[in-house]
T-cell receptor
Framework: AQKITQTQPGMFVQEKEAVTLDCTYD???????LFWYKQPSSGEMIFLIY??????QNATEGRYSLNFQKARKSANLVISASQLGDSAMYFC?????????????FGSGTRLLVRP | SQTIHQWPATLVQPVGSPLSLECTVE??????LYWYRQAAGRGLQLLFY??????ISSEVPQNLSASRPQDRQFILSSKKLLLSDSGFYLC?????????????FGSGTRLTVV
């Protein structure tokens, strides 16, 4: 089974509007971490936001927030006030606490295009 | 501060030729190291990871191999490249101490096998 599922291959959003990128995950490990990365056309991977499984509050970092719904196993990224520079690929990823390698498992990504 | 270097940035290699991609980390010791491959427009596939010198684990069967000759050096190799080896290769490191540890990625190598 897929550990991380991103069901939106591509999304459009109008500049200055908010957009939600979906991510669902599958794990039986009680301790895990969820990450979002941005990959512009240059290929670099830029860390955006992190949510721990025991965190009570939803994570926020500037214009990025993570809508964490533990019971539904979803960790959607919300980008507020979209900017043209937000056009990129976005990846959701998970790390499980019982995995001693601490490797990140990535979803297939969502390509976001911000329209002027 | 910690930095990660990956080279070369781009590479065009003929089918059947060997490959060596290198990744080094500075400013930390005993990092966890990872090699990922990304096909065009796709997600990241974990190829290898290492939690210590001479401790290499492979995630998927392929004609690639990895080595860690020094604590902060991770090398991805192939004896004979296939067309299907084309892609964007990313090296990453992590402190390996908890689920919240960030990953730091290298700048990537874009490999085209012709």
């Amino acid at each position: 089974a897929q550990k991380i599922t991103q069901t939106q291959p591509g999304m459009f959003v109008q500049e200055k509007e908010a957009v939600t990128l979906d991510c669902t995950y599958d794990t039986s490990d009680p301790s895990y971490g969820l990450f979002w990365y941005k990959q512009p056309s240059s290929g670099e991977m830029i860390f955006l936001i992190y949510q721990g499984s025991y965190d009570q509050q939803n994570a926020t970092e500037g214009r990025y927030s993570l809508n964490f719904q533990k019971a539904r196993k979803s960790a959607n990224l919300v980008i507020s006030a979209s900017q043209l520079g937000d056009s990129a690929m976005y990846f959701c990823a998970m790390r499980e606490g019982l995995d001693s390698s601490y490797k990140l498992i990535f979803g297939s990504g969502t390509r976001l295009l911000v329209r002027p | 501060s910690q930095t990660i270097h990956q080279w070369p940035a781009t590479l065009v290699q003929p089918v059947g030729s060997p490959l060596s991609l290198e990744c080094t980390v500075e400013g930390t010791s005993n990092p966890n190291l990872y090699w990922y491959r990304q096909a065009a427009g796709r997600g990241l596939q974990l190829l290898f990871y290492s939690i210590g010198i001479d401790q290499i684990s492979s995630e998927v069967p392929q004609n690639l191999s990895a080595s860690r000759p020094q604590d902060r050096q991770f090398i991805l190799s192939s004896k004979k490249l296939l067309l299907s080896d084309s892609g964007f290769y990313l090296c990453a490191w992590s402190p390996g101490q908890g689920v919240g540890d960030g990953y730091t990625f290298g700048s990537g190598t874009r490999l085209t096998v012709v």
